[in-house]
């Protein structure tokens, strides 16, 4: 089925409206995936709903995946690469018929071909397109496990390169082309993904060799290759990111792509770093189908979030997000220009990498070695009749002073900054040498963030936790009873860890006109932070304790996450 003819259904249904519809289809366009994931993502329809409605629809029943088992030898009737293709698992075999689910059953290409290849057949059930994509790398995904490879390298006898620098090229992209180790890194790449990581961590140490992901914002060891495989690995990253593998006593950065199927591609952002044992290489996992630019699902409290929103529509001034690296200062800035991108305004923006695309956008990549860094980048821009400008981050005075300009003459200037917490920006910027009149009138708003962990849905539990400790944490005495705290004991869900996902931590201070003359009057951060706190702004501990008092976290994390106000 097109996908318009799905949508022509649905809003002729009334299951949804035709608003809706348009939103859906420009995200189709826009990721290539399904009609139907479309509406599913924008929290449009339920897929049980849409399930029981194709049903209804082409009088087909339904099934529910998670509660069926499905045999080996019917699996191995069609192949993984045509489930994938077309988001379809064969469920069982009567005679000379094969029972098939998928989430559009009035495919009938892909129901022609699976005729075809398998000589079946076909009945078709109808399931929601999550519940098969799980059934798919359930049943299709028994051939490759960590221990199943490992075994395969045991049994090999592979001996690579030395340490000497002057080893030979041929050798490294030989030995990197071997079937296990090949098998290995593909391995690495995907187990990512179902894990839900962000980055995966490869360490040459001296006698050991170990592979780590991140997920949720921890570091978890998930294996420990033999040392002999350490160049051969590193070698074949490097080639599958187009970098070169005969240098290897300088950093390098690279990216590699992989095609996930479905219309789905995963990024990996890869970085590789000399050590004394080795060179080390992060990848960080680039998911454009999982980036939440909603801005109101981000973990914003509804006044923080209000305040947010009215500094983004002002036609000039800066807005400046702050916080360590992966923290999620970008998408914070994306979610910020997703709501301002309109055909109306030109958006330009300077970024080291860029991450993802965005139609709509000028994006900038900045290439430092041939001059290209922000401040060159900012100053062409304003050459560009720009209306807001994106600056990836604030680095030195020369950045500052000519985004300060620019947010001084007409623009919207949006930018990061490493610092603690929002009123300490405000010295990091007369640090770097913007005099105190034009910070105060160039900054509309700054919010600093970081990330704390979600306690698992499926297996949380109320935990007791002292009142004193909860007043030692920055709780009032007359609200400590309000208190019912909670942790995860652990489940299959969040991989025994109690967390699954994370949440957003906010502290966001507009340039309130008390605060402007507290900065013309030479005042040092712990004023500034006084006196935001008087005018209503949440600190990074009270914003973590109010998610705490929510259920959405667990004390842990408050005290992992953020510091005790003085």
């Known amino acids: 089925m097109k996908g318009n003819r799905l949508g022509e259904l649905l809003v002729r249904n009334q299951l949804v409206t035709e608003e809706q519809l348009k939103k859906a289809l420009e995200l189709q366009k826009s990721e290539g995936c399904r009609l139907g994931a479309a509406l599913i993502k924008l929290d449009f329809i339920k897929e049980d709903e849409l399930a029981a409605f194709l049903s209804r629809q ?12 499905i045999d080996t030898a019917v699996i191995r009737l069609l ?12 469920i069982n075999r009567a005679g000379s018929t094969l029972i098939v689910a998928m989430s559009d059953p009035s495919n009938i290409f892909a129901i022609d071909d699976i005729k075809f290849m398998t000589g079946y057949n076909v009945e078709v059930v109808v399931a929601p397109e999550a519940a098969i994509k799980k059934a798919i790398d359930k049943y299709y995904d028994q051939s490759a496990t ?10 090999i006898d592979l001996e690579v390169v030395d340490e000497a620098d002057n080893v030979d090229v041929r050798d490294l992209e030989k030995a990197s082309e071997d079937a296990p180790v090949v098998k290995l890194v593909n391995l690495i790449l995907t187990d990512a993904i179902k894990r839900n990581a962000s980055d995966i961590h490869i360490e040459p140490y001296e006698t050991t060799f170990r592979v780590r992901y991140r997920i949720d914002g921890v570091l978890y060891e998930v294996m420990k290759p033999p040392m002999k495989l350490k160049n051969a690995i590193t070698s074949r990253i490097k080639i599958m990111a187009e970098m070169d593998i005969a240098e290897r006593r300088l950093p390098q950065d690279g990216r590699i792509k992989i095609k ?3 219309g789905k591609d995963m990024d990996y952002r890869v970085n590789c770093l000399p050590t004394l044992f080795g060179e080390k290489i992060v990848l960080r996992l680039l998911d454009k189908s999982n980036l939440q630019l909603d801005m109101t699902k981000l973990g914003y409290e509804p006044r923080a979030l209000a305040w947010f929103q009215e500094a983004i529509h002002k036609p000039f001034g800066m807005v400046l997000v702050t916080g360590p690296t992966g923290s999620g200062k970008t998408v914070s800035l994306y979610s910020a220009l997703g709501e301002l991108n309109k055909v109306t305004e030109n958006i330009s923006t300077a970024e080291d990498p860029v991450e993802f695309n965005f139609a709509g956008i000028n994006q900038v990549q900045m290439h430092e070695e041939i001059g290209l860094n922000f401040a060159a980048a900012l100053r062409a821009f304003l050459r560009q009749d720009p209306d807001i400008i994106m600056i990836g981050e604030i680095r030195d005075f020369e950045t500052a002073e000519i985004g300060v300009k620019a947010a001084l003459t007409g623009h919207l200037v949006l930018s990061t900054l490493h610092t603690n917490d929002a009123p300490s920006t405000i010295n990091r ?10 910070v105060a009138s160039a900054v509309n708003l700054i919010t600093a963030q970081r990330l704390g962990r979600r306690v698992c849905s499926a297996c949380k539990q109320p935990e007791e936790i002292p009142k004193q400790a909860l ?45 402007r003359e507290l900065i013309l009057a030479g005042a040092n951060t712990a004023e500034i932070k006084r006196e935001s706190m008087r005018l209503g702004v949440k600190t990074m501990r009270q914003s973590a304790l109010t998610k705490l008092k929510e259920g959405v976290t667990s004390m842990e994390e408050v005290l992992r996450c953020t510091v005790a106000d003085n």
């Open 471 to 515: 007043i030692d944490a920055g709780v009032s005495a007359d609200e400590v009873d309000e208190y019912v705290c909670y942790r995860g004991v652990g489940c299959p869900t969040c991989n025994n860890t109690g967390y699954k996902g994370r949440v957003g931590i906010y502290q966001i201070m507009p340039m309130f006109e008390e605060i």
């Open 58 to 69: 082409y009088g087909v029943p339904s099934i529910n995946l998670s509660e069926f088992e």
């Open 429 to 438: 910027l007369l640090n770097m040498g913007i005099e105190p009149f034009l």
């Open 79 to 90: 192949p993984a690469e045509v489930a994938q293709k077309y988001q379809i698992i064969p």
């Open 146 to 155: 960590f221990a199943d490879v490992m075994e395969d390298l045991d049994d």
């Open 260 to 262: 996930l199927g479905a």
